[in-house]
């Protein structure tokens, strides 16, 4: 009897071990990544100053203003709308450390569903951060959920309905910030975030939004621009211009049934030009290897390239993969020759950004030289 005491207090400890290393473990998700502010930084706001009812929950999250010289139009760019498409949030980081506007002012939500970044997603063995090197050192950052962590929001309905438009999809796209748009005042804290943000872009008469993101090398709509029938003219001129420049990329019309996305809604209910660009992300897929952070770093995965050779996917995929400086540089490239498509097309709006890196920097130096040190 004793024995069987022993061991049973043994078994005790061990798993009090287990959950005081699984429970820090777990908590440590809840402290974001650093981000140094550029010099062009002129000002960083909360979301909750556009929605009060955010403030002090996790929805709420961080502006970055880029304020120009001169006046001119205005564009948002939300990265971080999924934790699990890290280029979205790379290239906001990018944005917020170097670029500079000469005319224009530029906001940068670099962790749109901030909630989304403090949890992973359940069974796909994710990593909870990854770094990137640079000459000061490394940088470490984030890899979090598609979705608002349950502790935030629970539990999920058997059917989600968009409350604007009566659209039925599964419970757990209730969690989804990208089906939320535009929001409710009194809705689920996925819901105020997309109110928050819509509210965001009427108080300060956006001119363009561009939400970013990534796809698993499988899906269709990849290595491609989805724009509002509104923006189609920008859009059209901006894809042009990439392909010129032997960057891939295709045009998608917005589905008009299909709601609550960025492209949709905000186009719908405001006046921006509402945009969402999507890069080729191997750690998303369903086909892929091990999923650790080589592969979110560095694009790279054999079951991938034996899936290319089988024809099943929609991007080229070889032993080069598709590393982060890639979609980094596809993301901000296409920044980049939206606003000058905008600017443009409304020459008193113009808005015009300088000293962000381009796709060759970026494949040829290295994320990380364009990474400031964090203090």
Not at 6 to 12: E, H, S
Not at 179 to 198: A, K
Request: proline share 6%.
């Amino acid at each position: 009897m004793k024995g069987n005491k022993l061991t049973a207090a043994i078994f005790l400890c061990l798993a009090l071990a287990c959950d005081t290393v699984a429970g820090k473990s777990f908590l440590s998700m809840r402290t974001p990544e650093p981000i140094v502010k550029g010099p062009g930084i002129t000002e960083v706001k909360m979301l909750s100053e556009y929605f009060p009812k955010l403030k002090g929950t996790n929805g709420d999250t961080e502006i970055y203003v880029i304020k120009g010289k001169n006046p001119g139009g205005s564009m948002l760019v939300l990265g971080g709308t999924h934790g699990n498409e890290p280029s979205g949030l790379l290239s906001a980081v990018t944005l917020i450390e170097n670029a500079e506007l000469n005319k224009g002012t530029l906001y940068v939500i670099p962790r749109a569903n901030n909630s989304g970044l403090t949890h992973n997603d359940p069974q796909e063995g994710s990593p909870q951060r990854f770094t990137i090197k640079t000459p000061n050192g490394e940088r470490w950052f984030r890899y979090g959920s598609r979705a608002t962590n349950p502790l935030d929001q629970w539990p999920d309905p058997d059917v989600y309905i968009h409350a604007s438009s009566g659209q039925q999809l599964s419970g757990s796209e209730t969690r989804n910030l990208n089906r939320g748009y535009p929001g409710r005042q009194d809705g689920t804290l996925t819901e105020q975030v997309c109110y928050g943000i819509t509210q965001l872009i009427k108080t300060e008469k956006v001119d363009v939004s561009i939400d970013l993101h990534e796809a698993s090398p499988e899906y269709p709509v990849i290595n491609a621009m989805v724009s509002h029938e509104k923006a189609m003219g920008v859009a059209s001129v901006a894809t042009i211009n990439l392909q010129l420049q032997g960057i891939q990329m295709a045009l998608e019309p917005s589905p008009t049934n299909l709601h609550g996305l960025t492209h949709r809604e905000l186009g719908d209910y405001t006046d921006t030009l509402a945009l969402l660009m999507e890069t080729s992300n191997g750690a998303q897929g369903r086909l892929r290897g091990k999923t650790d952070e080589n592969l979110v770093v560095t694009g790279k995965d054999k079951m991938y390239i034996k899936a290319a050779k089988l024809g099943r996917l929609y991007v080229p995929y070889d032993e080069n993969g598709h590393p982060l400086e890639e979609r980094v540089g596809r993301h901000l490239t296409g920044i980049m020759e939206i606003s000058k498509a905008f600017s443009k097309e409304k020459t008193d709006k113009a808005i015009e950004i300088i000293n962000v890196p381009t796709y060759s920097d970026l494949t040829s130096k290295g994320l990380g030289n364009y990474l400031l040190e964090a203090k």
